[in-house]
């Protein structure tokens, strides 16, 4: 069983930067592909980017390449998002999940078992 929680969101205008972190503890975090979705009002949930266990492999949907990184330390259980040159549009709650490192479907949900509470990001234009 896996833990999540996520810190960093906050109010920013745009163009501004944010760093969110989501701290995992219980199970085995280095084996747990993590990701990072959103989800606005009134819309579902999406995906924003997704790392693999060891951090190797990086992935972003279309609209945050470029602006977004994602990145882990698992010695420390901790995965970020960096999040650059925001704009209003990327306002929305941000979750943070984990789906075992051999499942498949990065960008969908559904094989992601584990979920955080979720972090408020407003941008302001």
């Known amino acids: 069983q896996v833990q999540l929680v996520e810190s960093g969101g906050g109010l920013v205008q745009a163009g501004d930067s944010l760093r969110l972190s989501c701290a995992a503890s219980?199970?085995?975090?280095?084996?747990?592909?993590t990701g990072w979705f959103r989800q606005a009002p009134g819309k579902e949930r999406e995906f924003v980017a997704a790392?693999?266990?060891?951090?190797?492999?990086?992935y972003y949907t279309d609209s945050v390449k470029g602006r977004f990184t994602i990145s882990r330390d698992n010695a420390k259980k901790t995965v970020y998002l960096q999040m650059n040159s925001l704009k209003p549009e990327d306002t929305a709650v941000y979750y943070c999940?984990?789906?075992?490192?051999?499942?498949?479907?990065?960008?969908?949900?559904?094989?992601?078992?584990?979920w955080g509470q979720g972090t408020q990001v407003t941008v302001s234009s």
């Open positions: 999940a984990a789906a075992p490192a051999s499942s498949f479907g990065i960008t969908a949900t559904r094989p992601y078992n584990y």
């Open positions: 219980g199970g085995t975090f280095s084996s747990y592909r």
């Open positions: 790392i693999s266990w060891n951090g190797g492999n990086t």
